[in-house]
């Protein structure tokens, strides 16, 4: 079980030409800032939970497992 908790800090900003492919969608994140969670990189509009399809982006955490993401009400389902 791991559970990160998302805030502003937990965004990068990149300026590197490193492309990071978005977990979610597979497509390369060309956005000034993306999340980046246990090594894995989301856009933050695909940064979703995976039952109720909310935006984590705008939520304080987040809950990460299988590489799947999970608002709080979900993961502790
Ligand atoms: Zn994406
Ligand atoms: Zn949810």
Not at 2 to 14: A, D, E, P, S, V
Not at 27 to 50: M, N, Q, V
């Amino acid at each position: 079980m791991r559970h990160f908790t998302l805030c502003k800090n937990g965004m990068k900003r990149y300026k590197t030409t490193e492309l990071r492919i978005c977990t979610a969608c597979g497509e390369p994140i060309a956005d000034k800032y993306l999340f980046d969670i246990d090594g894995c990189a989301w856009h933050g509009s695909c940064l979703r939970c995976t039952v109720c399809l909310t935006l984590l982006e705008r939520q304080p955490s987040c809950y990460f497992r299988d590489r799947q993401v999970y608002c709080r009400a979900d993961y502790l389902k």
